[in-house]
């Protein structure tokens, strides 16, 4: 725990936020009177973790701790907390739209090869956010007499489909005896289809 005084304001300069620190930040923007025991259980951190990071947080100079009393703690972000906030949001929205880009070309590559080697049947693996990716990526190609169909996950799958697109970070198990093409790699943001 902190003691009563005020912690810190100013530290030596720092590199990228880590995600849990940008986690914490997030949620001190939206309720700075929040207790480290509420912080800790809507982060899914341990206290302990949660104390730890609260504690770098100030010394690096992006919250300012002020004990209110004896039992009220108030965690406030610093003007250059709030601004590391808005800079990893910032790179957080740009990869995601690398991601989307990614996989929309990844998808283009791959239905029109394979509608070139005459494929008019495709089975699509693919949830949330991926699955209207793929959706709009077949709509605007405009194949004539091809196909989709649409699964939530491999256990789905039908014996009459030989071929699998995936944009899901389910792995195809291991006695699937059909082709499984991924449109997307969640670790490689450079991962595309030739």
Known sequence: MFNNRTMPEKSPATGPLPEKEFLLVQELSRNPNSTQRTLSLNLGLSLGMTNLLLRRLARKGLIKVTQLDWKRTQ?????????????????????????????????????????????????????????????????????????????????????????????????????LQRKTVSLVDFDNINFRIH
């Open 75 to 175: 965690y406030l972000l610093t003007l250059k907390g709030a601004l590391e906030k808005s800079r990893k949001a910032y790179f957080y929205t740009r990869y995601t739209l690398r991601i989307f880009r990614q996989i929309q070309e990844n998808i283009t590559t791959i239905l029109r090869k394979e509608f070139g080697s005459g494929r008019r049947d495709f089975w699509v693996i693919a949830q949330d956010e991926f699955l209207g990716l793929v959706k709009d990526a077949a709509r605007d190609l405009e194949l004539p007499e091809v196909e989709f169909r649409f699964l939530p996950g491999f256990a789905e799958v039908p014996a009459e489909a030989d071929f699998i697109l995936t944009a899901t970070i389910e792995t195809p198990p291991r006695t």
